[in-house]
């Protein structure tokens, strides 16, 4: 319909299920799975489907999840219901296990479901990646980057980031894993702290006192001792308040192509938080959907094999703006898609603007102020490329 067909020597897998999307964090939680229904009626709009291999994803087993999470935390997730909720004041003796049952991370009716259905999302996109019968996978209901082994940590229970990059380390000597959401990827980043197989690299609003969740400083870039195989192979980008569009850009090309020529990655895991965009409920930066897809588009032009993970993302109309016209770059149908959103697309009217890329003021209620000066992005630049030299050639 929008000369949108199968993309010429490649294949784009999607992964999902519309089981994910029926669950709730409670009420007023910002974390709303439905942006996920409203992403798949968007790209389903657009005719990106007849591009792509489009797979409905299962449960991951419990034996998966235990690659990365340990059996104790597993099995409270499996029988925690609901009413084991810590009330402060109802149930003051109550005790918060994992962290699990705060107002960050509820309790709350198919949680395991839910959990296993994204990790199931993303473990099936690994596996496509790793047996070459997919070049881009797609996994938007994954990218659940801060969970712990033994811990739920900001909205995320199982961290199918780390599950999806141990199948791909069984094929692929390296790994990099770039993030993108407003929030410091930590749980990746922890996971595979002490390996060079996988260099993870977070770009992040930095606030320790005051942003989630408070780590990912500049100079924090792995083990201190140089003899574990890890040291500097974390790489951190803390920014500020208001980044634009062009400053991002400049900086996410400079870093990775320069981690890129260094490292060499034979596989590369990018997590696409659409929080980073200008106006998400928890976000703080002024990206646009352009922006936040220039990344992507810089990731494929690199021709590595890629998995593509959701995350955060809080402002759904934007989410679902983003991870579509992220899904069709990675079809390579972004010139021809049209700017204004199909008059049948449903839930039109949820979009407020009929275009797929609102301007700043479409955007924002008030300009929110860019803190971040182009003295500090440099040093930000000469610190990473720093870093890079004591990294194996
Ligand atoms: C909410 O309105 O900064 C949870 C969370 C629930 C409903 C009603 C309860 C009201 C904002 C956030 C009380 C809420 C108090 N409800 C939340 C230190 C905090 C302790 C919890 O994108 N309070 C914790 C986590 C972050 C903190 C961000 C990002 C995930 C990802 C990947 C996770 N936690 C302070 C906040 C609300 C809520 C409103 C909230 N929580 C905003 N930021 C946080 O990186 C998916
Ligand atoms: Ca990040
Ligand atoms: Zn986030």
């Known amino acids: 319909e929008y000369g949108i067909s199968r993309p010429k020597g490649y294949t784009v897998s999607y992964h999902a299920t519309p089981e994910m999307e029926k669950h709730h964090f409670g009420q007023t939680h910002p974390m709303k799975p439905w ?17 792509m291999d489009n797979y409905v994803t299962r449960e991951a087993t419990y034996e998966e999840l235990n690659a990365f999470h340990g059996g104790d935390y597993l099995d409270y997730l499996i029988t925690a219901a609901p009413e084991d909720q810590p009330r402060d004041i109802e149930n003051p003796d109550k005790e ?18 839910y959990c296993s259905m994204s990790a199931g999302c993303s473990l099936d996109a690994a596996r496509k990646i790793c047996s070459k019968q997919s070049d881009i996978a797609i996994t938007w209901g994954g990218g659940l980057h801060h969970a712990k082994k033994y811990e739920a940590s900001g909205f995320c229970y199982i961290n199918d980031i780390v599950l999806a990059i141990l199948q791909l380390l069984r094929i692929y000597p390296r790994v990099l894993y770039i993030d993108i959401d407003v929030h410091h990827g930590d749980g990746v980043e922890e996971a595979f ?4 197989r996988v260099m993870t690299v977070s770009f992040h609003k930095y606030q320790p006192e005051s942003f989630f969740p408070g780590t990912g400083a500049l100079e924090d870039n792995g083990p201190k001792n140089e003899h574990n195989a890890g040291a500097h192979h974390a790489i951190n980008v803390p920014l500020q308040d208001g980044i634009t569009d062009e400053q991002y850009e400049a900086l996410f090309q400079s870093i990775i192509g320069a981690i890129n020529e260094r490292y060499r990655p034979s596989a590369i895991a990018l997590q696409c938080g659409a929080d980073s965009l200008a106006g998400d409920r928890l976000g703080r930066f002024n990206l646009r959907v352009q922006g936040h897809g220039a990344c992507v588009k810089y990731c494929k032009s690199l021709g590595l094999p890629m998995i593509l ?27 021809n898609i049209p700017e204004t959103i199909p008059e049948h697309a449903p839930w039109r009217e949820h979009f407020v603007h009929d275009t797929l890329f609102p301007s700043l003021e479409q955007s924002l209620h008030e300009p929110r102020h860019n803190r971040n000066s182009e003295k500090r992005l440099r040093e930000i630049v000469t610190h990473v490329h720093e870093q890079l030299r004591f990294v194996a050639h």
């Not at 962290?99 to 509820?106: A, R, T, Y």
């Not at 702290?193 to 060079?196: A, E, G, L, N, Q």
């Not at 959701?310 to 079809?331: D, F, H, L, M, Q």
């Open 96 to 113: 918060v296990k994992y962290n699990l049952g705060g107002s960050d991370c509820p309790l709350f009716h198919g949680l395991y479901n």
């Open 193 to 196: 702290f002490s390996t060079d």
């Open 309 to 335: 993970f959701g995350g955060g993302g809080y402002t759904p109309r934007n989410v679902a703006r983003a991870w579509a016209y992220e899904t069709s770059i990675a079809i390579g149908a972004d010139a």
């Open 35 to 51: 942006r996920l229904t409203l992403t798949k009626s968007l790209v389903t709009s657009y005719g990106m489907p007849f591009a």
